[in-house]
């Protein structure tokens, strides 16, 4: 064989090799992609739902992998984890005053009814903003009108009540639209600023009535322990009263019989008087002078002085 073969063959062997090699390299690439389309992993709490060209499909995936899968499908993972809707309406009552009541609804999407949704909605923004939002400010606005004051929104009996009509209601219109409501709360309610003011006093002019009410009460709890402390100073008297009485009528008997005794007796005053000597014989200072002596009942007089 001549160089110049020799030399012709050996580029001819390298460019084959080389385009063997990209070829491989082609249809890995190819392999890769391929089986990239061929699986699907939907999320933990979200549905899968798959458009082909353009057409929604109506089965649906729930979360986990899937395989295989039509290359050609086009996925949309729809959340159906529970979440919370904030809405503020003014809702008007019987004595046509607006109140600012501001609630939260608690729901989910239906997973089994994702395709419908998506067909005939959207995904869950438009599902939310087209379904839940209108029907939720009517219901509010409608059962506000049972509501007969504007203040009766704090109540909480009348609280409890719009909580209850307003999730059944909003459930049942909104079931056949794949949403599930779980709960309807008031979180806040604003009244209008002159009926606040209004509450305000007539919250001061309660506390108000309250404190001159305990005040009554302190001022009628110590008249009456005036009362019964006069009552007990009256009751005293009296059984001093009846005492002083007593010890005057007793004296009184005493003297009485004294008297009697005097004059049925001649001889008590002559026996009083001996006493009175015996009495005065005690004293060593004294002096005792007789008038009359000849008397059978001589009378004794005693100076005092030495």
């Known amino acids: 064989m001549s160089e110049e073969k020799i030399i012709h ?26 089986s990239t389309t061929l699986f699907e992993r939907v999320p933990a709490g979200h549905v899968g739902v798959v458009t082909l060209f353009g057409k929604v499909q109506d089965k649906t995936y729930s979360e986990g ?16 984890r529970q979440k919370t809707h904030y809405e503020k309406a003014n809702v008007p009552s019987q004595d046509q005053m607006t109140t600012h009541v501001d609630v939260s609804i608690q729901y989910r999407l239906n997973g089994e009814m994702a395709a419908k949704m998506y067909r005939e909605t959207g995904g869950p923004k438009e599902v939310i903003e087209v379904h839940l939002v209108p029907k939720l400010r009517s219901l509010m606005r409608e059962q506000g009108k049972s509501v007969q004051r504007a203040e009766d929104f704090f109540l909480e009996g009348v609280q409890q009540k719009l909580q209850d009509s307003i999730l059944a209601e909003l459930a049942k219109y909104l079931a056949p639209k794949g949403i599930v409501v779980q709960a309807v709360l008031i979180r806040d309610i604003e009244l209008p600023e002159f009926i606040v003011q209004a509450v305000k006093e007539k919250k001061k002019r309660e ?12 001022f009628k709890t110590e008249q009456q322990q005036k009362v019964a402390s006069a009552e007990a100073e009256r009751r005293a008297a009296e059984e001093q009263a009846k005492k002083q009485k007593i010890l ?29 000597l015996k009495a005065i014989s005690n004293d060593s200072s004294s002096k005792v002078y007789f008038i009359n002596g000849d008397s059978p009942q001589p009378l004794p007089l005693m100076n005092l002085g030495k």
Do not use: C
Request: glycine share 2%; hydrophobic share 45%.
């Open 248 to 276: 005057a009528d007793a004296k009184a008997y005493e003297i009485e019989k004294i008297n009697d005794a005097i004059k049925n007796n001649p001889a008590y005053v002559q026996l009083q008087s001996l006493e009175a």
């Open 65 to 80: 992998l899937h395989f295989p899968v039509n290359p050609f499908y086009n996925w949309i993972k729809i959340d159906a």
């Open 9 to 34: 063959m050996i580029p001819q062997k390298k460019g084959s090799s080389m385009s063997k090699t990209a070829i491989i390299l082609i249809i890995l690439i190819v392999l890769g992609v391929v």
């Open 207 to 218: 506390q108000e009535a309250q404190k001159q009410k305990a005040e009554l009460e302190r």
